[in-house]
């Protein structure tokens, strides 16, 4: 097949994959259905104009991407595309067949994202939560719903299916927005990272995505001096289009919360590979890398002893308020 646009790639690819999440989910109760379409009304959200919620993320993402330079947009416009797979499965990735590429991201990575950041917040601050469909109002606490976040990511390991509690919060609570953002933001980056990084190019460093397809992504073995660099390529693209909107006046994550939403992103995959793995290099030193680099050596010592005295962060509150406040100068230039 001779694929002439990333668009028509991008095509191919979510029919070869096929779907196993089914086009309209069901509501569990009939209360959530209720908060759900109150909250979509509060918000002037028309459910039924998507497919499901990632297409309005994929949309996002152009919008982002236009925050770039004139050419790495041009670039990414011209040579990929960008979409989902309804495949329940924790993954994104960057396939090229040709001159042309596609960034895929499969629906349960933004279900278990959505899902694991909800419950993370419940844990602290259970008051926060509307509704949750496994319990009665009375019955919420931090203990719960850790449990339930516990219950989310073994489920995962153990089935490879996003399944766990249905959680909504307050419509107040903003914070859970902004995590959600700027994974879903790095993510991406990461992805057009490998592209201008060039790790597809080498046809000796990339495999079939499926036997004896065109289709090509990143080989899973010796990936981890790629998958550093491109983490390190997606960072800056990510601060170019924050810092960009922050001059528009728009500030979807303020710098002095990129810190810690980088830590929870990376101890998020932590709970679901502890271990490097063929494919990516341990997720901590993933993180521990991203801020030598743009934070400063103190700082990656610092985090790295965050994990060996969990307390340091409560008795040194002034020092990591200290590191994430660093990024600010470039938002301030």
């Known amino acids: 097949m001779n694929i002439k646009s990333p668009q028509k790639l991008l095509e191919k690819i979510q029919s070869q994959l096929g779907q196993n999440i089914p086009t309209n989910l069901p509501f569990e ?14 918000m002037n959200f028309k459910p039924e104009e998507y497919e499901n919620g990632i297409d ?29 797979a309804k495949i329940d499965t924790f993954r ?16 349960g990575l933004y279900i278990y994202l959505n899902k694991n950041l909800k419950l993370l917040h419940a844990t602290h601050k259970p008051n926060d939560v509307m509704f949750c469909n496994r319990i009665e109002k009375k019955e919420y606490s931090g203990e719960i719903f850790h449990e339930f976040r516990d219950e989310l990511c073994k489920i995962y390991k153990g089935a490879g299916r996003v399944l766990g509690a249905i959680v909504l919060l307050n419509p107040e609570v903003t914070i859970v927005g902004k995590q959600l953002y700027f994974i879903e933001l790095f993510i991406l980056c990461h992805e057009l990272g490998h592209f201008f990084n060039g790790d597809l190019e080498d046809k000796t460093t990339t495999v079939s995505l499926y036997e004896n397809s065109e289709e090509q992504i ?23 289009i924050l810092i960009k909107k922050h001059k528009l006046g728009k500030n979807p994550v303020p710098p002095h919360l990129i810190l810690s939403i980088l830590i929870i992103n990376f101890n998020i995959l932590t709970e679901l590979a502890p271990k490097e793995s063929k494919t990516h290099p341990y997720p901590i030193n993933r993180l521990l890398n991203i801020v030598d ?8 010592d610092f985090i790295l002893k965050t994990y060996e005295e969990p307390n340091l962060l409560i008795k040194n509150k002034a020092k990591f308020t200290e590191i994430s406040n660093r990024l600010k100068k470039y938002f301030e230039e």
Do not use: C, P, T
């Open 218 to 240: 990143l080989n899973e073995k010796n990936s981890n001096l790629k998958e550093f660099k491109a983490d390190i390529k997606g960072f800056q693209l990510v601060l170019k």
């Open 56 to 84: 309005d993320l994929i949309k996002g993402f152009w919008e982002d991407i236009d925050m770039l330079d004139d050419d790495e947009v041009k670039i990414i416009k011209e040579k990929i595309a960008i979409g989902n």
């Open 92 to 107: 994104a990735m960057l396939v090229k067949v040709g001159n042309f590429y596609s960034i895929i991201f499969n629906f």
């Open 29 to 42: 109760n009939e209360e959530y259905h209720l908060h759900f379409q109150k909250r979509a009304e509060e």
């Open 293 to 300: 680099l743009f934070y400063g050596k103190d700082a990656a």
